[in-house]
């Protein structure tokens, strides 16, 4: 186990490396830059662009601002923001709550019909059950977030008057009630997706498991249908859901853009666009480094649950 | 009646205000001819309720002499207050100064290079410090502070000998003569000397996270991707404010934002304003205020004159023919912008109404490129000793009303044997070096000319001013007219609006004629506010709708 640790750990720390050089080329290389938002402001001379340049540091060879910026990360300095000059920690966590109230909300209810759903589609199979789940997921996985939320917001917000037309909260509230009320049409919209992709694979897992000859063997033993499907065939079926909880973590903690745009939540995904809007390379390469880590250290944790698990696996 | 017809015919009320300008009596009158009640009713005695302004980008810099873009400026102009203010007519008036400054009064010598301010002396901070000129005095060299993060410093690299006087005067000599400085100073929020000068970086001081003004709204607290909150100041030196908070309240997606003015979530509709496709819904939504505003940036088709195709006069005129201009406008915009001939904003006391109007007329077109030579060639595209008369044509990818109306004159520049192909590039890409070092064809882009209203168009006209060449400035079409320098260098070192006028006329009529940009149309805005909001006043000579919401009051 030690071993194993030690080894994908020393693996992660080349991974994150080799992450943070690729990005930081891919967004110096992109034209225009942090300054490009004062190219149509009339009072700004080239002067005074050249000087907020050099005053960021953005006149010196980008190998040099890399390994400044490396060695800053590596000491604990994540840099400041070039929009509000706050440290990138902090923006970070401040957008953080925001994320995770949505993203944890619904994704804790897409794996729950989700997974309810594939079961059920899987045990019914070719029941009209099946057939509108199946159908239901294609629609829901083909049709635009942006276009399910605003249809939302326009029936049951302008229309209905039953749930606000975005936000997180009132300003002035935010009350335990009003962040619910706010949360209810967002996390559904996002969850549609969710569920669908949690349904398909929960679907197929468990077709797979229910083939597999031990659940013949506990039915041969007597078994009532529902003991087989709860302890033999869900169990079983579980297990690849591992894995692709472990693969999500990263994307519950770095937002949903588009949704977060709809429903102007103050998330990760809206500080992703924004700081990539106006090339904010200390908050985008802070970003990048922590859904990278949360990437390697969400795969780490399902292969380490996945082995405490399954006995067939022997972490080594 | 609507807002827009009052627009169109506002020839007489236009003419009013120039007179204004001139005698500076404009205060209590304009608003009346802005076409509201405003003393209709009365506001309230202590500050009451709370306004929503809703904005479709994130302000983030708080302290006012940093590089910050437009959406800042509400925050700004709420917070802090500058020497001098510019009124909707484009008059200045005092704000901490009890003076404006002029060569009558003796405010700046005879010679323009020696300036006096007098200052009021009932004016607190927020944290209830006495202001005087030493914060003045320490806001103007802060921004010529080589290390610190300054925002625009043209006109405040020239002033020298910073000298208090009292706590109520200050004086300075200017490095030379700058008659915009004075509109410059609209913009310039002074800040406080006893905050900022403990800290040893002013980049990364404390207070660019809770600014301390003499505003009439003192910092509240900011949510990061959300809003900010501001919080009447009680103890105000002028009048109001009348709403207990002000709130900027980001929200990223225009159609978002119209939709959330539509629901009641915000109360006043702040930039980018309303959509002009969205402008007949919105005109008919019950309890909700909405009105055309021009603004102050002109849209074009803007050239690189350094382009074989462009060097020809005749190009230019012909393909200005070419644009059915009305078309657009109509079609595209839903005929919420207006024509221009110029990059003059309508509203400013220099527009000048009288230059020659262009005409769509394919076969006019035609025959100019005939006659200077410009021959079709077997692909159909006319081409002269070798230069094909064919240019990419780029702006803001993803802005679809700008796309629809490439699509619209590639078309019709088509018809006359010219080639325009669109190559639309991501917004800090396009803004970035590649226009700035004049990397373009030609671009399609809405440009306010003016400097916190002043005419002098210097850093867009001047020969000086072309960054590609050199130059320090923003004339990315490289144009270059020996007469316009000379008018442009006479017209900075005037004073006198009278004979400032005579010159931007001029000035105006070269450019026209030399057509370097060929406007589409003057911008408008489409300004939404809750019915109830009394004391709303536009001014498109600030970049910000909330340029005073001190005046702003709940009716009760």
């Known amino acids: 186990m030690r071993g194993f640790l030690l080894n994908r750990l020393s693996q992660s720390a080349v991974l994150l490396v080799i992450v943070s050089i690729i990005g930081f080329v891919i967004l110096n290389l992109i034209p225009g830059g942090p300054l490009a938002q004062y190219g149509l402001d009339p009072g700004m001379t080239q002067e005074d662009i050249a000087r907020l340049k050099e005053q ?243 795969n780490l944790i399902a292969d380490i649950v996945v082995a405490i698990v399954d006995p067939r696996i022997r972490l080594s | 009646m609507t807002e827009r017809s009052k627009i169109k015919s506002a020839y007489t009320r236009r003419d009013a205000l120039r007179m204004m300008a001139i005698g500076g009596a404009a205060g209590l009158i304009a608003p009346n001819l802005l076409g509201r009640p405003a003393f209709a009713q009365t506001p309230p005695a202590t500050p009451a309720g709370r306004v929503i302004v809703g904005i479709s980008q994130e302000p983030t810099v708080f302290n006012p002499l940093m590089a910050h873009i437009e959406v800042d400026d509400g925050v700004h102009f709420s917070l802090f207050d500058a020497l001098f203010r510019i009124a909707p007519d484009g008059s200045i008036q005092p704000n901490l100064a009890v003076e404006v400054p002029t060569q009558a009064n003796g405010g700046i010598s005879e010679d323009g290079l020696n300036w006096r301010i007098r200052l009021r002396d009932d004016v607190r901070w927020h944290d209830g410090e006495p202001f005087t000129a030493e914060d003045v005095k320490f806001t103007l060299e802060l921004i010529t502070n080589p290390d610190f993060r300054a925002w625009r410093t043209t006109g405040h690299s020239l002033v020298r000998d910073i000298t208090v006087v009292s706590p109520t005067e200050i004086t300075w000599r200017m490095e030379e003569v700058f008659a915009p400085y004075l509109s410059f100073l609209t913009e310039t929020f002074i800040v406080p000397k006893h905050i900022l000068e403990k800290d040893a970086d002013p980049n990364a001081a404390a207070f660019n996270q809770a600014p301390i003004g003499t505003g009439a709204f003192k910092w509240g607290q900011r949510v990061p991707g959300d809003h900010v909150e501001l919080v009447a100041n009680p103890g105000y030196f002028g009048d109001g404010p009348y709403v207990e908070r002000l709130i900027f309240k980001y929200i990223p997606d225009v159609t978002v934002l119209y939709t959330q003015f539509k629901s009641g979530d915000i109360d006043l509709v702040g930039q980018t304003y309303i959509t002009p496709d969205n402008y007949e819904e919105a005109r008919t939504l019950p309890g909700r205020v909405v009105s055309l505003v021009p603004a102050s940036s002109v849209e074009s088709i803007y050239l690189n004159l350094k382009r074989p195709q462009f060097k020809d006069l005749a190009v230019r005129e012909a393909l200005y023919a070419a644009m059915d201009r009305k078309a657009i406008i109509e079609g595209l915009y839903y005929g919420v912008p207006s024509l221009t001939e110029t990059f003059m904003p309508r509203q400013s006391f220099y527009y000048d109404p009288d230059l020659p109007k262009q ?164 911008n408008t805005s489409v300004y939404g506010r809750k019915e109830g909001i009394e004391g709303f006043v536009p001014n498109t000579n600030t970049r910000t709708e909330s340029w005073k919401a001190a005046d702003w009051y709940w009716a009760s």
Not at chain 1, 81 to 97: E, K, M, N
Not at chain 1, 272 to 277: H, M, V
Not at chain 2, 486 to 508: C, H, N, W
């Open chain 1, 56 to 298: 960021l540091g953005l006149n010196r060879p980008l190998w040099i601002q890399y390994f400044d910026w490396a060695w800053r990360l590596v000491q604990g300095d994540w840099g400041h923001s070039f929009r509000d000059g706050a440290p990138v920690l902090s923006v970070i966590s401040r957008h953080l709550f925001a994320t995770l109230l949505l993203m944890g909300t619904s994704t804790a209810f897409a794996i729950a019909i989700g997974t309810w759903i594939g079961i059920r589609g899987a045990t019914h199979r070719y029941s009209l059950f099946d057939y509108t789940a199946t159908v239901g997921a294609m629609v829901a996985l083909s049709i635009p977030t942006f276009w399910f939320g605003l249809v939302g917001i326009y029936v049951f917000s302008l229309k209905l008057g039953w749930l606000p037309a975005g936000n997180m909260y009132t300003i002035g509230d935010g009350s335990v009630l009003n962040y619910l009320h706010h949360l209810i049409l967002p996390s559904i919209v996002l969850s549609l997706v969710h569920v669908a992709i949690w349904s398909r694979y929960m679907r197929g897992a468990t077709l797979d498991a229910i083939s597999h000859d031990f659940v013949k063997t506990a039915r041969a033993k007597g078994l009532t249908e529902r003991r087989v499907l709860m302890k033999h065939v869900v169990g079983n079926a579980l297990l690849p859901m591992i894995t692709l909880a472990g693969m999500q973590l990263p994307s519950i903690l770095t937002g949903a853009l588009v949704t977060e745009t709809v429903f102007t939540w103050p998330g990760m995904g809206r500080l992703f666009l924004d700081s990539l809007g106006y090339s904010d390379y200390p908050v985008v390469m802070g970003l990048l480094m922590f859904s990278a880590i949360l990437a390697i250290f969400g």
């Open chain 2, 359 to 522: 005409e769509f007329n394919l076969e006019r077109a035609r025959k100019i490129l005939d006659n200077a030579g410009w021959v079709p060639g077997p692909d159909g595209i006319r081409a002269k000793d070798g230069v094909r008369l064919s240019f990419a044509n780029s702006t803001t990818s993803g802005n679809h009303l700008r796309e629809q109306a490439q699509q619209f004159l590639q078309q019709t520049f088509a018809e006359i044997g010219v080639e325009m192909t669109i190559s639309n590039l991501p917004a800090a890409v396009m803004w970035g070096e590649f226009w700035s070092q004049s990397q373009f064809d030609t671009a399609m882009v809405g440009i306010t000319y003016l400097i916190g209203a002043d005419p002098d168009v210097t850093n867009r006209f001047h020969t000086r001013a072309i960054a590609a060449q050199g130059g320090s400035g923003s004339n990315n079409a490289q144009y270059s007219n020996p007469e316009v320098d000379a008018l442009l260098e006479k017209g900075s070192r005037t004073f006198d609006p009278e004979a400032r006028r005579e010159i931007y006329f001029r000035v105006q009529e070269l450019v026209r004629h030399d057509l370097p940009l060929l406007p589409l149309f003057a």
